[in-house]
């Protein structure tokens, strides 16, 4: 197989480098049932980003026929089994972990690797 490497805050229109953000309450699934919002830690909501940026991955997933996905655990996004709030870890999915997972996609942490 082959490796691409993406970055769904980017895609979603976030800049390189860019504040910490994490999920309010919840986790990724809680994001993308509306229940839960991201923002950054200066306060500002980024939700519609990670979003955007979850759905685009989502596309390429698809049309690639990827099956497996390695994502950055403690990530907001990505985060496999964990996420960081308040700057401890808290058990959860980021939001494209979560909307992946969603649709039948293999998700490993880059913790296992």
Not at 20 to 36: H, N, P, Q, W
Not at 94 to 112: F, H, P, Y
Request: hydrophobic letters at 35%; charged letters at 25%; aromatic letters at 2%.
């Amino acid at each position: 197989g082959r490796a691409i490497p993406v970055c769904p805050e980017q895609l979603g229109g976030l800049p390189t480098p860019r504040p910490k953000s994490e999920i309010t309450s919840g986790d990724g699934t809680d994001v993308l049932e509306g229940r839960a919002r991201v923002t950054t830690e200066d306060g500002h909501d980024v939700t519609e980003a990670f979003l955007r940026g979850a759905r685009q991955c989502l596309k390429l997933v698809q049309r690639a026929g990827i099956k497996t996905a390695i994502l950055k655990e403690r990530s907001p996004s990505c985060g496999v089994n964990w996420i960081v709030r308040s700057n401890s870890h808290q058990k959860g999915k980021g939001v494209l972990a979560a909307l992946l997972e969603k649709e039948d996609v293999r998700l490993i942490s880059s913790d296992t690797l």
